[in-house]
């Protein structure tokens, strides 16, 4: 186990329903991320929390929104997604942000219909 | 150009042998190297860093190259459960902003 738990693992929407992903981190860390996974391709940095401020958005759609209410839990809210947008979304979490390894959980994969 | 280029593989290992691969990156002021790995359908898991001068980690040599922007990762004696995916990560700043390459596969056959 690595400390960070996403829920839900899998999920199913269609274009015009509102769903959010949640990430919650046991490990007292005070940063923490959302990426986007799509088959064969690199890793994306969507979003980045450090101390529950966002200090990144990497020129994510507005139909992405992310949610950061304490050091310990993150949100992702969703909704029009578009059926391109189906992927693995990895929330992960550090201590700091200056290379420090970051741990990842399971992931929500999403499928768009 | 890719910021992270690696060879998507598969490398096709028999258990036992040795493999290697490399990694390449195009910001030249990068500050931090790692390479995780990720098994099917898991999530990324840090393996280890990688130092200027090089460092052991039981099995596994990583090696930086500054001077031509690559890093490299050896296996030794490979085992079944090295079956993974090996993802290079390159930190562009001092910031901790991972930058991850698409991976490369390896397949280690008994």
């Known amino acids: 186990e690595t400390g960070v738990t996403q829920t839900p693992r899998h999920l199913v929407m269609g274009m015009t329903n509102k769903k959010s992903l949640k990430c919650e981190q046991h490990?007292?860390?005070?940063?923490m991320y959302w990426y986007k996974q799509s088959a064969k391709k690199p890793l994306e940095l969507m979003f980045v929390y450090s101390l529950e401020e966002r200090v990144e958005n990497n020129s994510v759609p507005s139909r992405f929104s992310p949610e950061c209410p304490n050091s310990s839990h993150l949100f992702l809210h969703l909704h029009t997604l578009q059926p391109e947008d189906s992927a693995l979304y990895l929330c992960a979490s550090s201590q700091e942000r200056a290379n420090n390894e970051q741990f990842f959980g399971p992931g929500t994969r999403l499928t768009v219909l | 150009r890719k910021e992270v280029e690696q060879d998507p593989g598969p490398f096709n290992v028999p258990e036992g042998a040795t493999v290697a691969f490399n990694c390449t990156y195009s910001?030249?002021?990068?500050?931090?190297f790692f390479w995780y790995r990720q098994d099917c359908r898991k999530e990324p898991k840090l393996l280890m860093s990688v130092y200027s001068s090089g460092n052991e980690d039981g099995r596994f040599t990583a090696q930086l190259n500054r001077a031509s922007q690559y890093i490299s990762l050896l296996i030794r004696d490979s085992k079944l459960s090295d079956s993974a995916t090996y993802l290079c990560?390159?930190?562009?700043?001092?910031?901790?902003?991972?930058?991850f390459g698409a991976g490369t596969q390896v397949v280690v056959t008994p």
């Open positions: 910001n030249s002021a990068s500050q931090s």
């Open positions: 990560v390159v930190t562009p700043d001092s910031w901790g902003k991972l930058q």
């Open positions: 490990l007292g860390h005070n940063a």
